[in-house]
């Protein structure tokens, strides 16, 4: 029988404690080869076409919990591609550059994902199961390295509480009574109780981004009060500067630049459109209430009501969003009878500009904005663009959509945008 050492020999020890600070060392570079790769798996989100919005909007009108009474019961089916827009939308507002992609089989669903990081992308793939009505998370890995089942839970539940989302998810569980997935679709079972779509709206923005709405409706109550005569005119240029000069003393006492200028137009885009704030954020309903104020651009209602809500949307990280609903709007009006229109189309181009530069450059648009400018400006002179041209006339004069024609026009209306410096 061979005798054992009783200890480690000197030499052993060192090779061993050298051995030990190597795979330390090691290890996270071997976790992150297997974890981060050069290319992202995901391809670049396509366009949002006007089919998608209006699809989404239809769904929307349809489950509206405002419009439903107290114990309604009813499902929503979804396919996988509105289920993508909708992540990649919600990845832009958080993560930037990351994008998704949904697999909808029987029982399960599958989300690929690709987020950006310094060194490579993050390739993620997360697979849920439908257990008992309700989906279960059942496994995920990131690159080609497997999470294991207690770090994925604690991962989730991690990055719910970081995003402020536990609320959000326990009143979805109130809610929702079954989801079910089926190769190419999920269907949604929910049933609304007495005061649910009150907590619904009021759980859809937290309290500081409802304190920050709430002093820039202070600011506008208090500018409508002087800029107009009672239910009179009032530019957009005139107000912009009342509202951003607030985001940028907000800015300065250590508010987002950001989030302030998001808010700010938010508040101007409500009021230009006739919304109330309370129609989403129920609290609005104890706030100040700015005077009624017929918003205008280039002496056009329309015109500010364009170019607000496509900077609202451009800067909530949708940028294609905010295009393919001004586009969306457009040939409703052509369906309508009011007519397709290169000068709203323009409004609506630039207000994209205007909203990506607010998260983008946001302060130096504080500074911009926060003194008085013109409105060519803010946006070009549309005046001698095409304008109401009923479907079958813009069809015939440009071809529609993508056309070489319509093409044309945009790429005027583009060089006129690109050409107008608070849109640079």
Not at 270 to 280: F, Q
Request: charged content about 25%; aromatic content about 4%; cysteine-free.
């Amino acid at each position: 029988m061979v005798a054992l050492p009783t200890a480690i020999p000197p030499r052993s020890r060192r090779r061993l404690a050298l051995a030990g600070v190597a795979a330390a060392l090691l290890a996270p570079v071997l976790l992150a080869a297997l974890a981060i790769d050069r290319r992202p798996t995901v391809a670049a989100p396509t366009a949002v076409g006007t089919a998608d919005v209006e699809r989404a909007l239809a769904l929307l009108r349809r489950h509206d919990p405002r419009r439903l009474p107290p114990g309604f019961a009813g499902e929503a089916a979804i396919d996988a591609r509105d289920l993508e827009l909708l992540l990649n939308h919600g990845a832009r507002r958080w993560a930037p550059g990351a994008r998704a992609r949904v697999h909808l089989g029987p029982g399960t669903m599958r989300v690929e994902a690709s987020l950006p990081l310094p060194a490579g992308w993050a390739n993620a793939e997360v697979r849920w199961t439908a257990a008992d009505g309700l989906p279960r998370l059942e496994a995920a890995r990131i690159g080609r390295l497997p999470v294991p089942d207690p770090v994925l839970r604690w991962a989730t539940a991690r990055a719910l509480a970081r995003a402020g989302l536990r609320a959000d998810l326990d009143l979805a569980a109130e809610v929702v009574r079954a989801v079910e997935f089926a190769p190419g679709s999920a269907t949604l079972r929910y049933e609304w109780a007495a005061g649910t779509p009150q907590r619904l709206l009021t759980s859809l923005l937290t309290a500081a981004e409802q304190e920050r709405l709430h002093a820039y409706v202070e600011r506008l109550a208090a500018a409508s009060a002087t800029v107009a005569p009672p239910y009179g005119e009032a530019a957009l240029t005139r107000l912009l500067p009342e509202l951003f000069a607030l985001a940028r003393e907000r800015s300065a006492a250590g508010g987002a630049p950001e989030a302030e200028n998001r808010a700010a137009l938010a508040v101007l885009a409500l009021h230009a459109t006739g919304r109330r704030l309370s129609s989403v954020v129920p609290a609005a309903r104890d706030w100040p209430r700015p005077r009624w104020l017929r918003v205008t651009l280039h002496g056009r209602v329309d015109l500010a009501q364009h170019l607000l809500v496509a900077a609202v949307l451009a800067a909530e990280g949708s940028s294609p969003l905010a295009d393919a609903v001004g586009l969306y709007k457009e040939l409703a009006d052509a369906r309508s009878g009011s007519g397709f229109g290169f000068d709203d189309l323009a409004a609506d181009l630039a207000g994209a500009r205007l909203g990506e530069r607010a998260v983008r450059d946001a302060a130096r648009l504080q500074a911009d904005l926060a003194v008085p400018r013109s409105e060519t400006e803010l946006m070009p002179t549309v005046a001698d663009l095409p304008a109401k041209l009923p479907a079958p006339v813009f069809r015939e004069r440009f071809g529609g959509v993508g056309a070489p024609g319509y093409e044309r026009i945009v790429a005027e209306i583009e060089q006129r945008i690109a050409a107008t410096p608070l849109l640079r």
